[in-house]
């Protein structure tokens, strides 16, 4: 359970750290299923220097456990609200240095805002600021700092962006450096990026959100995750009653999610 003091932060700042929410021996254990997980996407793939696997946990019943458990499971509903829903999960093995990783919010603009979505990033090795830890702009998913920020996403991706005439590395920010065991809570709203990527950098990333309470959330649920309205079968059938009721309905509301979003996002 989150604290009165960290909710207020995740509230302000948009971020927030569960510092060792998993055990050395419990760590273990999850980088052995993550790393069998990635040897057989590099079978598929053997020129892959970047193994991007999704969906991830939900693929390893040695894994699949993590989205219900305690330590994530009841800050999620304290963060998002009772029957709030699975919207994925992936996995990342970086085995060779990569690019960097602009600055960006996942869900980004205004009419975003009203509906919270949260990523959760499990990290198998330690995270320093110069080599991969997550960076973020503190207040960022929260107005007006937001719009000030949104030209960083047309320039996202872009070969050598500026960022309000600074290179990325240099805007000012919040570097969210981890060791094993530590869980980073994020709004997908709020502005982050990566820099000075190492190799190995290897993190899971499991993905929650609020239940759709108005049309307006359904359509952007569907524009920006609709892998959440095809919950893998081995969540839908999961004996775990946590994990079969945030993804209970969601199959149902795909066909109209996917006639809203054309209204909203014309």
């Not at 996995?91 to 980004?108: F, V, Y």
């Not at 949104?150 to 962006?161: I, K, L």
């Amino acid at each position: 359970m989150l604290t009165q003091e960290q909710i207020v932060h995740f509230e302000t700042f948009g971020f927030l750290i569960l510092r060792q929410a998993f055990k050395t021996r419990e760590m273990e254990q999850i980088g052995s299923a993550a790393n069998e997980l990635w040897a057989a996407a590099l079978q598929r793939d053997p020129a892959a220097t970047d193994l991007g696997v999704a969906p991830f946990i939900e693929l390893s019943p040695a894994l699949a456990w993590l989205a219900a458990d305690d330590r994530l499971y009841a800050p999620m509903e304290q963060l998002l609200g009772k029957g709030f829903i699975w919207s994925g999960s992936e996995g990342n093995n970086a085995i060779a240095p990569g690019p960097a990783h602009d600055w960006h919010a996942d869900r980004p603009g205004p009419k975003e805002l009203d509906y919270r979505r949260i990523k959760i990033m499990l990290y198998l090795s330690a995270m320093k600021k110069e080599e991969g830890a997550l960076r973020v702009i503190p207040g960022s998913q929260r107005e007006p700092l937001h719009s000030a920020l949104y030209p960083f996403q047309a320039v996202h991706g872009q070969p050598n962006p500026r960022f309000f005439d600074q290179c990325g590395a240099e805007v000012p920010c919040c570097a969210l450096e981890t060791r094993p065991g530590d869980a980073a809570v994020f709004s997908q709203s709020l502005f982050h990026g990566v820099y000075g990527k190492m190799p190995k950098r290897c993190y899971i990333a499991l993905k929650y959100a609020a239940r759709p309470a108005a049309d307006a959330q359904l359509a952007s649920l569907y524009k920006y995750s609709p892998y959440a309205f095809e919950p893998h079968a081995s969540f839908v059938n999961s004996g775990s009653a946590r994990i079969r009721g945030m993804v209970d309905g969601l199959l149902q509301l795909g066909e109209k999610a996917a006639d809203l979003v054309p209204q909203y996002y014309p």
